[in-house]
T-cell receptor
Framework: GQQLNQSPQSMFIQEGEDVSMNCTSSSIFNTWLWYKQDPGEGPVLLIALYKAGELTSNGRLTAQFGITRKDSFLNISASIPSDVGIYFCAGMNYGGSQGNLIFGKGTKLSVKP | DAGVTQSPTHLIKTRGQHVTLRCSPISGHKSVSWYQQVLGQGPQFIFQYYEKEERGRGNFPDRFSARQFPNYSSELNVNALLLGDSALYLC??????????????FGSGTRLTVV
């Protein structure tokens, strides 16, 4: 099935560093979502973006909806150990009968204490 | 308030068997979607149900089927299990059919292992 191109696949950084990851698609979406998944749990929504060019923050997290509507970026500032997990981007076209999400393959974040 | 609950949490089945997975949405949510997450991959959309009707289907074989009950709970059925069906099966519920991202809540999933 279709999956978005998400990079990097994994990151191993020092606590306090900033983190950047991105997601690209060959298709246009009118909604971009960023999720975090911890082991044994389902994905939890971090940020939702609804407009091309939109920049949205949630605490130390900032995400942007690309102008072309085919990409999105997530930044985490001053990383801490609890940021460890897998981050997924997802594209969605809402408003029709299908609200299904197209996910990326994930970015695994590991933080050194 | 209870979140999305899925049962069982873990399951081991033999190739060729049938399996039924269950999902109870958040109270008041009328839409339920099912996703398959193979190890190391992102979730893949299987089905969406709204008001007991199928509203969307992903690229999965006919061995996969689902239904939604009057209380909005849902079942995912998989027949003739293959080794490749081993995955985490996630259920998500939302208040509306389409959803905007917010309010689209995932359960913790059912880990299915086919041996």
């Amino acid at each position: 099935g279709q999956q978005l191109n998400q990079s990097p696949q994994s990151m191993f950084i020092q606590e306090g560093e900033d983190v950047s990851m991105n997601c690209t698609s060959s298709s246009i979406f009118n909604t971009w979502l960023w999720y975090k998944q911890d082991p044994g749990e389902g994905p939890v929504l971090l940020i939702a973006l609804y407009k091309a060019g939109e920049l949205t923050s949630n605490g130390r997290l900032t995400a942007q909806f690309g102008i072309t509507r085919k990409d999105s970026f997530l930044n985490i500032s001053a990383s801490i150990p609890s940021d460890v997990g897998i981050y997924f981007c997802a594209g969605m076209n809402y408003g029709g009968s299908q609200g299904n999400l197209i996910f990326g393959k994930g970015t695994k974040l590991s933080v050194k204490p | 308030d209870a979140g999305v609950t899925q049962s069982p949490t873990h399951l081991i089945k033999t190739r060729g068997q049938h399996v039924t997975l269950r999902c109870s949405p958040i109270s008041g949510h009328k839409s339920v979607s099912w996703y398959q997450q193979v190890l190391g991959q992102g979730p893949q959309f299987i089905f969406q149900y709204y008001e007991k009707e199928e509203r969307g289907r992903g690229n999965f074989p006919d061995r996969f089927s689902a239904r939604q009950f009057p209380n909005y709970s849902s079942e995912l059925n998989v027949n003739a299990l293959l080794l490749g069906d081993s995955a985490l099966y996630l259920c998500a519920s939302s208040p509306r059919e389409g959803g905007s991202g917010y309010g689209y809540t995932f359960g913790s999933g059912t880990r299915l292992t086919v041996v």
